[in-house]
């Protein structure tokens, strides 16, 4: 089956740290891969994707690598900004069993100034 | 460009009524797909529209239900509502529903 297995949270780094949050996958098919992050009160924002192995999304500063040999898309920031706290969500979908997202648990940022 | 809009923002409903959820997709995005968001369950796939069939439901009752309208812009319907029906309920929109989609803000809907 498809399921997203997420970092536990929540996270509290200081303004300028190193951002790791870890997401590992499993799939049937060849899925595309997601981060999505959620603002207090707010829906899904759309943060990077990656379609394909080796793919690399990135935005805003925020990078992942779509790793197929280890099943797995990590999200990295080189230096956080307190504008960064929020909850991070890794997603994949994949055609082969319908259409649908399979979000992890999402993890909780917070960077303190 | 205009984003995914959801209407109403915030719902107060009592058991056992029934409530109707609207979204709006994007322009020229033909797939519409529900979540319902809780802290107990997370992120849960209710359905899926494209060009007003759905193509995909999730793991919920028959009282949960939905359409899409000829303009894509569609609604889900809750009927006998419970208590735990309580929870943020997303709308995603999608050009094709195989890529990136774009969340609205969401409905909140409190059952007391």
């Known amino acids: 089956g498809n399921s997203v297995t997420q970092m536990e949270g929540p996270v509290t780094l200081s303004e300028e740290a190193f951002l790791t949050i870890n997401c590992t996958y499993t799939?049937?098919?060849?899925?595309?891969l997601f981060w999505y992050v959620q603002y207090p009160g707010e829906g899904l924002q759309l943060l990077l994707k990656?379609?394909?192995?080796?793919d690399k999304g990135s935005n805003k500063g925020f990078e992942a690598t779509y790793r197929k040999e280890t099943t797995s898309f990590h999200l990295e920031k080189g230096s956080v900004q307190v504008s960064d706290s929020a909850v991070y969500f890794c997603a994949l979908r994949t055609g082969e069993t319908g259409n649908q997202f399979y979000f992890g648990t999402g993890t909780s940022l917070t960077v303190i100034p | 460009k205009a984003g995914v809009t959801q209407t109403p923002r915030y719902l107060i409903k009592t058991r056992g009524q029934q409530v109707t959820l609207s979204c709006s997709p994007i322009s020229g995005h033909r797939s519409v797909s529900w979540y319902q968001q809780t802290p107990g369950q997370g992120l849960q796939f209710l359905f899926e529209?494209?060009?007003?069939?759905?193509?995909n439901k999730g793991n919920f009752p028959g009282r949960f239900s939905g359409r899409q309208f000829s303009n894509s812009r569609s609604e889900m319907n809750v009927s006998t509502l419970e208590l735990g029906d309580s929870a943020l309920y997303l709308c995603a929109s999608s050009v094709t529903g195989l890529t990136e989609a774009f969340f609205g803000q969401g409905t909140r809907l409190t059952v007391v």
């Open positions: 529209y494209f060009s007003e069939t759905q193509r």
């Open positions: 799939a049937t098919g060849y899925p595309s």
């Open positions: 990656a379609t394909k192995a080796d």
